[in-house]
């Protein structure tokens, strides 16, 4: 892969005793911030999820199953949605994008406080038919260490998850990244103990990354001492599926009465997608032909 191109692998380690994940997301998240007009703070919370929920989409089996990670705290931030399927698209959202807090003490970015306590959701949505949910408390709000309480609480998984975001002077994203380490059921004591050990020397995340670190470096890094085997390499990007159609189907469910009021307003009507922020425009009159398609159906 290219330097300058996001993209995530997936490897195994210690005779399949450990499953590891990494990405590199700079330009998703820089995507996703210009789309938002996000604030630093806010930057690094939206980035960081969308980097955990694209590690945790390749862990679902069927190609058209889709993940969804739902932050819903009492910090300012208001709450964090992400969606990723396992072919590398990812798009989400923060409810208050502008919000704009003091740097914590060791000039890190607060995303714990901008999050605050409450419950992190995860959807997988495997088809039309089958949904699974799972939900444990907010642990600390700085999004990876709340990933990892997930793991353990929700599904018994013994997990690392690393997540960075470095934010620029200009407020553009200079690194995006991570790392998921998990530990299969049968994994041995001496590797378990040796994983322990490597994580005590692992540092941030965002310094990996700004030292030139690829995916495949930081788990070099994480998994020192362990037979690393990439076993796939995946271009990941943000991607909205969002379209005048959908949009048009979004507006029908409004219902009849709500219809009426808007056209009787009389002026043109604006929606913008949550996920990416592009608008669509409706006249009276395309207004008056959705209200017609519900007369006649």
């Known amino acids: 892969?290219?330097?300058?191109?996001?993209?995530?692998?997936?490897?195994?380690?210690?005779?399949?005793?450990?499953?590891?994940?990494?990405?590199?997301?700079?330009?998703?998240?820089?995507?996703?911030?210009?789309?938002?007009?996000?604030?630093?703070?806010?930057?690094?919370?939206?980035?960081?999820?969308?980097?955990?929920?694209?590690?945790?989409?390749?862990?679902?089996?069927?190609?058209?199953s889709v993940l969804t990670l739902q932050f819903s705290g009492d910090g300012p931030i208001g709450g964090i949605t992400v969606t990723a399927d396992n072919n590398g698209n990812v798009k989400g959202f923060v409810q208050n994008p502008l919000v704009v807090l003091p740097l914590k003490e060791d000039g890190h970015l607060d995303v714990g406080q901008a999050v605050g306590k409450g419950t992190l959701t995860v959807i997988r949505d495997m088809d039309k038919d089958h949904t699974y949910n799972g939900q444990v408390a907010i642990h600390s709000g700085e999004i990876a260490d709340d990933l990892t309480h997930y793991f353990a609480e929700s599904e018994q998984v013994p997990s690392v998850v690393g997540l960075g975001v470095l934010v620029d002077t200009d407020y553009s994203v200079k690194h995006a990244g991570g790392f998921i380490i998990q530990l299969m059921p049968f994994a041995t004591e001496e590797t378990i103990s040796r994983l322990e050990n490597n994580m005590k020397d692992v540092g941030y995340v965002t310094e990996m990354l700004d030292a030139g670190f690829s995916p495949e470096d930081m788990l070099t890094r994480v998994l020192d001492g362990f037979d690393v085997e990439i076993t796939q390499t995946l271009p990941v990007q943000f991607h909205c599926n969002c379209s005048r159609d959908r949009v048009e189907r979004a507006l029908k469910l409004l219902g009849k009465a709500e219809l009426d009021s808007i056209i009787e307003e009389g002026h043109e009507t604006e929606l913008a997608c949550h996920f990416c922020g592009k608008k669509y425009q409706f006249s009276v009159d395309e207004i008056r032909g959705l209200r017609a398609e519900l007369k006649n159906s």
């Not at 450990?18 to 995507?31: D, G, Q």
């Not at 980035?47 to 190609?63: I, V, Y």
Request: aromatic share 4%; proline share 2%.
């Open 1 to 64: 892969m290219s330097e300058t191109q996001d993209y995530m692998v997936r490897a195994i380690a210690a005779n399949q005793e450990i499953r590891a994940f990494a990405v590199t997301s700079k330009n998703l998240v820089e995507e996703a911030r210009r789309a938002h007009g996000t604030a630093p703070v806010c930057t690094a919370a939206l980035g960081r999820t969308m980097s955990g929920a694209l590690m945790m989409s390749g862990m679902l089996k069927d190609k058209d």
